[in-house]
């Protein structure tokens, strides 16, 4: 556990660094929110990240997989294929997580346990695990405690 990089408090903990979580971090951090994801994974893609069968690929033209929310953004990839590819829709992940620098506000092989709700409580630790009290969890309306367990790196 690298205690160093564990937020002692935060606005929002975002679970997963996939297309969503990704883009709710920018969101927030646009709102000066502080905010965390946390990413069960090694890098960001979710869906694209675990998925790598052959063949796999998006099922709609690859302009419509697309982050909208900046045009410029959207200029400056080029597209390869109409369909795009896994591998393609990865490295698409990876350079908007470069571009945006998202990965210092995302904290890697580490899995959200369970969330419970918890009120006028302080941090306390969980023996094999480590906890913190936050006051949002995308998704939740009561201040959640997470339980976070980092695993071993590969
Ligand atoms: C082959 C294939 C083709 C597809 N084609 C299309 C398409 O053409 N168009 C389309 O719209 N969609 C398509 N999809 C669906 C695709 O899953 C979504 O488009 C999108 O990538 C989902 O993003 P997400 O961020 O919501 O979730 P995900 O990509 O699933 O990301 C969730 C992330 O959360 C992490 N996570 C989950 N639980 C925890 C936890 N407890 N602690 C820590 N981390 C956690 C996971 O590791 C994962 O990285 C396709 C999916 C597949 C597999």
Redesign the pocket.
């Known amino acids: 556990m690298r205690a160093a990089r564990m937020p002692r408090s935060l606005d929002v903990v975002i679970?997963?660094?996939?297309?969503?979580?990704?883009y709710m971090l920018h969101r927030l951090r646009g709102l000066h929110m502080s905010t965390r994801v946390?990413?069960?994974?090694s890098d960001v893609?979710?869906?694209?990240?675990?998925?790598r069968y052959p063949g796999?690929?998006?099922?709609?033209e690859s302009m419509?997989?697309s982050y909208s929310f900046s045009p410029e953004m959207q200029q400056e990839w080029q597209w390869r294929e109409l369909v795009a590819s896994?591998p393609e829709i990865l490295r698409y992940a990876n350079h908007v997580a470069d571009r945006l620098g998202l990965r210092r506000d995302i904290q890697f092989a580490?899995?959200?346990?369970r969330q419970v709700a918890v009120a006028n409580t302080i941090p306390e630790s969980v023996p094999g695990g480590e906890s913190r009290l936050f006051p949002f969890r995308l998704g939740a309306t009561v201040p959640p405690e997470v339980r976070l367990q980092e695993r071993s790196r590969d």
Do not use: I, K, S
């Not at 893609?45 to 998925?51: A, E, K, M, Q, S």
């Not at 796999?56 to 709609?60: G, K, P, S, T, W």
């Open positions: 679970v997963g660094a996939g297309f969503a979580g990704m946390f990413e069960a994974g893609g979710g869906t694209w990240y675990w998925n796999a690929r998006c099922d709609v419509q997989y896994q580490t899995t959200v346990h």
